[in-house]
């Protein structure tokens, strides 16, 4: 727990030390999320208000596990790691939790400007409200950042896979629930039946609705265990396969 509080705290000092970066990169995100919440025909802006606090999360978590072992090939301290008794997994998931802080840290004063300058009516929530969208948000992370787990094994067959999770965080957030619902075109429901916006879009539809029951957690519940799952044995696999053919040596 000290290692990871330090590691946030690092993490957060390096921001710190590029004040004038981490306002444009902060205010680029304040624009999007206006625009989208105010001038993409949403007809539900406080639900997309809670999906595009996921979704700033969520673009870590396919990220973040890639990204990491990416720079672990490219600075060729995979053997390190391998070698040392702190398992690629336990790596990854103590880097996932310092940048869950992180951005929980960072998103403050993001989603507050937003709240502040835009015109949402979040009069019919309460704090139970607020805590049964959190946890449902939650679940919806932890997904991701099983999806990241999975994704970051094609690092380790590939070399670079970054630019599959780019597309595949602009797909999530115009056409994957976030903003508005798509459901034309086999692909596309195929696609967002795998991903886990939809019940998260729902949950969130029915807290405002008062019509929320355990029951819609379940989707996401069991999403959580199959991607952690997939992800941490596809990553094994992934592994074991780079190793045999020398490609975590970054030749």
Request: aromatic content about 18%.
């Amino acid at each position: 727990m000290n290692n990871i509080i330090l590691e946030v705290k690092r993490n957060l000092g390096e921001m710190l030390k590029y004040k004038f970066n981490l306002f444009f990169a902060n205010t680029s995100m304040i624009i999007i999320f206006y625009g989208l919440t105010e001038y993409l025909f949403v007809v539900d802006k406080e639900i997309v208000f809670f999906m595009l606090f996921c979704w700033y999360f969520a673009t870590h978590g396919l990220s973040i596990p890639l990204f990491t072992l990416e720079d672990e090939i490219y600075d060729r301290t995979m053997v390190t790691i391998i070698q040392s008794k702190t398992s690629i997994i336990r790596v990854l998931f103590h880097r996932c939790i310092v940048q869950v802080i992180t951005d929980t840290i960072k998103s403050i004063p993001v989603f507050t400007i937003l709240y502040l300058i835009g015109d949402y009516n979040f009069t019919n929530l309460n704090i139970i409200s607020y805590i049964q969208i959190f946890i449902a948000i939650l679940l919806t992370v932890i997904i991701t950042y099983g999806m990241g787990f999975l994704f970051s094994g094609l690092t380790l067959v590939f070399k670079r896979a970054g630019s599959f999770v780019g597309i595949l965080d602009y797909f999530i957030l115009f056409f994957a629930g976030i903003t508005i619902e798509v459901n034309q075109g086999i692909i596309f429901n195929i696609i967002n039946n795998i991903l886990p916006f939809l019940n998260l879009r729902r949950i969130v539809s029915n807290v405002f609705n008062n019509s929320i029951t355990m029951m819609d957690y379940l989707p996401l519940i069991i999403s959580v265990f199959v991607w952690i799952f997939l992800g941490v044995f596809f990553l094994n696999k992934a592994l074991n396969y780079s190793i045999k053919k020398g490609l975590i040596y970054g030749v």
